[in-house]
C-alpha cells in the first residue's frame, strides 16, 4: 500500500543534550545527575559518558547542515537545564542562554522548527541533592526554568515540549536505579512520578504565563504497548496492570485530571500517597497541542504467580508487577535486543487518537539499534560508506505502520526519527548506535548511512 502524507506533515529527527552536546566543562554549565552517575563503577556499561559526546555544542553547524540534506522541516532537541540555572537563587546563565539562542537562530535560518524538549533527563545535580524528584519543591524549581527558557527563547521555539518520558525519569532512576540517580526504592519512584506530573503542568502554565495562550505545548510519553499473551482473564488483568502503572499513571492525570484509584490501590504497600496535594491534578491538566509518543517495541505479557522482578538484578522499575511476567521477545531483535512489530505502533496511534480524538499525535522517537557495516568504498577513493539495511527495513515497517495508522483515522501530525546521529546511549554509552549518521567518536566526522539517505526519499517525496 502507497500512503501519501499531508502537506504540511511534518518531518524530522531528534535527539537530547546530554546525548549530543559534549562540552559539560564549558559555557558556565554545572553537574547534571548523569555526569554523576556515570562516575559510578559499573553504572554505564563500557565505562564512558556524556563529557564529550558528539560536540554538537561547537558543532551544530554541521549538524543543521546534515537536516538540511536530509531534507528535515523540524529538529527535536532538548535544552539543558544545568546550562541554565546554577543553583537556588542565582540568576540565570547568559551563556547558556545565548547558546541555545544561537542554535535556534540556525534552525530557523535553515527553515527547520525548533521542537524544544524542556526536561530530557539531565536534572541539575544541586537539585538532586535535596531529593531530586522525590522532593515537591523540585517541580517549582522546574516551573522557574520553564518561564527563564520561555520568556528569553519564545520568539524562537515552534513547539515546546515539558518533558521526555517521565516513566524513563521516575522507575529507572528511582525504581531500579537503571539511570541517574540510580535509586532503587518503588516509594520514592511513585513520588517522582507525581513530582514529574506537576512539573509537566507547572510548567505549560509557566510556558504560557511568559508567552500566551498561543503557545503550542507538548509532553512525550513512552507509552508501553502492552499484549496480553492470550485472552483469558489472567493475562488481561496482567496487562491491565502493566498499563496502569506505564501509561495511566502519566495519561490520567495530564491529559484527564484525574489518578485511577487503582492506581493508589494496588501501589499502596509502597506508598500513601500523601504527595497528592488539593488542586495538585487541576494543574497537572493543561491544554496541549499535541501529544507526543516514543515508540521502538511492544511488549508481550501474561499472568505471573509470586514475586517475579521486585527484587534482585532482574528488579522491574515499576513496582506491583508481581502479577506481569514479560514474554522473551520474538522475532528478529535489534541490538537492544528489543522486538519488532510495526502492526503495534499501529494500534497504540489508532487507540490513542480514539481516546483523545482533539488532540495532535506526534511519533517524536522512533528508531532502532543495529550493528552497522563500515566499509570502505574504493571507487570513492576510498570513502567510509555505512549499510544498514535492517535499520532501512525497521524505517520503512514503521513508517508504513504510521500510515496505516492515520488511515485509520489516528491524527498524526508528525514524525521524527531516533536519532539524527549516534550517540551517547544512556546507560548503554557508545556501544548502540541509532543514527541516520555515523558518528567517528574519535574525530567527530558523521558519516553518511544508507538509512539516513532513504529517510531523505520518503520526506523529498512524503511518500512512502
Request: charged share 20%; aromatic share 10%.
Amino acid at each position: 500500500m502507497v500512503h501519501v502524507f499531508p502537506k504540511n506533515f511534518t518531518w524530522g529527527a531528534a535527539t537530547a543534550a546530554y546525548q549530543v552536546e559534549g562540552a559539560v566543562h564549558e559555557g558556565g554549565r554545572v553537574a547534571s545527575i548523569w555526569d554523576t552517575f556515570t562516575k559510578v563503577p559499573g553504572a554505564v556499561c563500557d565505562g564512558s559518558s556524556g563529557e564529550r559526546a558528539c560536540g554538537q555544542y561547537h558543532l551544530y553547524p554541521r549538524d543543521i547542515a546534515l537536516m538540511r540534506e536530509l531534507g528535515i522541516n523540524a529538529y527535536r532537541l532538548s535544552i539543558a537545564w544545568p546550562r541554565i540555572t546554577s543553583g537556588p537563587g542565582t540568576d540565570p546563565n547568559p551563556a547558556g542562554l545565548d547558546h541555545y539562542r544561537r542554535v535556534l537562530d540556525a534552525l530557523r535560518d535553515a527553515g527547520i522548527k525548533p521542537v524544544v524538549t524542556l526536561y530530557h533527563w539531565d536534572l541539575p545535580q544541586y537539585l538532586e541533592d535535596i531529593g531530586g524528584w522525590t522532593n515537591r519543591d523540585v517541580a517549582f524549581r522546574y516551573a522557574d526554568y520553564a518561564s527563564t527558557v520561555a520568556s528569553a527563547l519564545g520568539d524562537r521555539v515552534d513547539t515546546w515540549t515539558t518533558l521526555n518520558e517521565p516513566w524513563c525519569s521516575a522507575y529507572l532512576g528511582y525504581g531500579n536505579g537503571e539511570h541517574a540517580p540510580g535509586i532503587r526504592d518503588y516509594g520514592k519512584a511513585m513520588a517522582a512520578v507525581h513530582h514529574l506530573n506537576l512539573a509537566h503542568g507547572l510548567g505549560a502554565q509557566a510556558i504560557r504565563a511568559e508567552l500566551g495562550d498561543a503557545a503550542r505545548v507538548s509532553v512525550t510519553l513512552n507509552l508501553a504497548m502492552n499484549i496480553a499473551e492470550t485472552d483469558s482473564d489472567e493475562d488481561r488483568a496482567a496487562k491491565r496492570r502493566a498499563d496502569l502503572l506505564a501509561n495511566e499513571a502519566f495519561l490520567g492525570p495530564m491529559l484527564e485530571g484525574r489518578y485511577d484509584p487503582e492506581l493508589m490501590e494496588v501501589t499502596a504497600r509502597y506508598s500513601d500517597w500523601s504527595f497528592v496535594r488539593q488542586g495538585d491534578c487541576e494543574t497537572i491538566h493543561q491544554p496541549l497541542q499535541s501529544l507526543g509518543i516514543n515508540y521502538y517495541s511492544s511488549a508481550h505479557v501474561r499472568h505471573a504467580h509470586g514475586t517475579t522482578g521486585t527484587d534482585g538484578s532482574s528488579r522491574n522499575p515499576m513496582p506491583a508487577q508481581e502479577i506481569v511476567e514479560v514474554v522473551p521477545p520474538a522475532g528478529e531483535l535489534t541490538a537492544m535486543g528489543w522486538n519488532q512489530e510495526p502492526s503495534a505502533m499501529t494500534h497504540e496511534l489508532v487507540e490513542t487518537s480514539r481516546r483523545f480524538p482533539d488532540l495532535d499525535l506526534v511519533v517524536t522517537e522512533n528508531g532502532s539499534a543495529w550493528e552497522d557495516e563500515v566499509t570502505f568504498d574504493d571507487s570513492a577513493h576510498g570513502r567510509i560508506v555505512v549499510h544498514d539495511p535492517r535499520r532501512v527495513a525497521y524505517l520503512n515497517a514503521h513508517i508504513a505502520a504510521m500510515g496505516d495508522a492515520m488511515d485509520a483515522g489516528a491524527k498524526v501530525a508528525g514524525y521524527f526519527a531516533w536519532s539524527l546521529i549516534d550517540n551517547f546511549e544512556w546507560s548503554f554509552g557508545y556501544t548502540k548506535r541509532f543514527g541516520l549518521i555515523r558518528v567517528d567518536y574519535d574525530t567527530q566526522e558523521r558519516i553518511w548511512k544508507d538509512s539516513g539517505r532513504r529517510y531523505a526519499q520518503i520526506v523529498r517525496a512524503n511518500t512512502i
